[in-house]
Every structure is written in C-alpha cells, then in structure tokens.
C-alpha cells in the first residue's frame, strides 16, 4: 500500500532562517510526486511535479529535489507569507495513462516569523 | 483562465439528509477528481472521472456516496442519506495531463 510520511509536523521559523521539509514515500511504482501549498479555507496549490530520482525543480525561495526514498521541499532565505502548509503527494504507475490518484501526506505546517 | 470551482462552500444539514456538492472543471480538463479530508485526517482519494466515464471509484467509501459527470463536464457528488462521519472538506480537482488544480472545497458539516 502506498505510504506518504511528512516531517516536521510544524515547524516555525525566522524570517530568513532556511530549512528543509521533508516527505518519505513507499510506492510500488512511482509515477509522480508532487508538492502542494495550502493556506487556509483554501484548495491545494500546485507548486511542483517530479518524476524521477534526482531530479529538482526551483521557484522562488522554493527548491524541491527527489530520490528514490524521499523528497525534500527547501525553503531558502523565508518570508512571512510563506507561512501555509505544505503537501507532499504521490501517484503510482497503474494502467491507465490519462490521470491518476494522488495519495497524500498529512502536510508540514510552517510558520514564518518576522 | 478560471480556476476549479465548487458550490456550496459551506453546508450543515442534519443526519439522515441529503447533500449535493457540485465541481466546475476547469476548461477543456477531461479528468476530474474528488477527495476528501477528514478532521485531523490527510486528504483522500475518492474517485476520478475521464470526460463522463468513472475511471477509479476505489476511495468512495460506500453506497451512500454517489457522483455523476454529466455531458463531461460539471460533476456532483451526492450523500444520501448523510452521516456524522461524512463530515469534512470534500475536493474537487481537475487535470489536462499530470498536474491537478484544486478547488477551494465545500465544508460539510453534519449535526
């Protein structure tokens, strides 16, 4: 059964303190692994896709790198509005190739102070 | 471009009632996804529809919960006859390819 486990629960950090967040998966075959921003009353908020090991995309103070184990979401230098809670989630090779279920992690929520 | 919508964004009703939630895809998004979150939960997978077909419905928890794509486009998801424990934050999400957009949610609340 796919698993996805994310740590810290919360975490609370400096303006400009940097940190990582982390998200371990069990998957028997890993299609995708995504990472969402959630703020609250609101839906998930893509931020990025990655596929394979060692892959790593960027986006502002954001870098997300993948192995075959974990992800890691790197915050960089943070500021107060990136204060939400953020999603890792995976999506496991089936069948069909037009979309597929994500499973996802309970979500890390970070608190950025001034 | 609009984003996914969903309506209502609040209900309470009663056990024993019946709720109709409803998602707006994006356009031009041939799949379709609900899911759910629980109190204290992560959120969870209940169905996905390619245009007006269910492709996966393994997350619906039992036969009280129906959904419907009509013509591919709009969808509902239906609780009928409603329980405590179907309370929470129900999902819609839409897809071209890989990446799901999520809606705001419809928070549902049942006394």
């Known amino acids: 059964e796919d698993q996805v486990t994310q740590s810290p629960e919360a975490l609370r950090l400096q303006e400009g303190e940097s940190s990582s967040l982390n998200c371990s998966y069990t998957?028997?075959?890993?299609?995708?692994l995504f990472w969402y921003r959630q703020d609250p009353g609101k839906g998930p908020e893509f931020l990025f896709t990655?596929?394979?090991a060692g892959e790593e995309k960027e986006k502002e103070r954001l870098k997300a790198t993948l192995t075959k184990k974990e992800s890691f979401l790197h915050i960089t230098a943070p500021k107060p509005e990136d204060s939400a809670t953020y999603l890792c989630?995976?999506?496991?090779?089936?069948?069909?190739?037009?979309?597929?279920?994500?499973?996802f992690g309970k979500g890390t929520s970070l608190l950025v102070t001034p | 471009e609009a984003g996914v919508t969903q309506f209502p964004s609040h209900s309470v009703i009663e056990k024993g009632q019946t709720v109709t939630l409803r998602c707006d895809p994006i356009?031009?998004?041939?799949?379709l996804y609900w899911y759910r979150r629980v109190m204290g939960k992560e959120i969870k997978f209940l169905l996905h529809?390619?245009?007006?077909?269910?492709?996966?419905e393994s997350g619906m928890p039992n036969n009280r919960f129906l959904a419907e794509r009509t013509g591919g486009t709009y969808s509902t998801l239906k609780v009928q006859p409603a329980e405590l424990e179907d309370s929470g934050v129900y999902f819609c999400a839409s897809s071209h390819r890989d990446t799901q957009y999520f809606g705001p949610g419809t928070r549902l609340t049942v006394l």
């Open positions: 990655l596929y394979s």
């Open positions: 998957v028997s075959g890993l299609r995708g």
């Open positions: 529809f390619v245009k007006e077909s269910k492709q996966d």
């Open positions: 356009s031009g998004h041939d799949n």
């Open positions: 989630a995976v999506s496991a090779l089936r069948g069909s190739n037009s979309g597929y279920a994500l499973n």
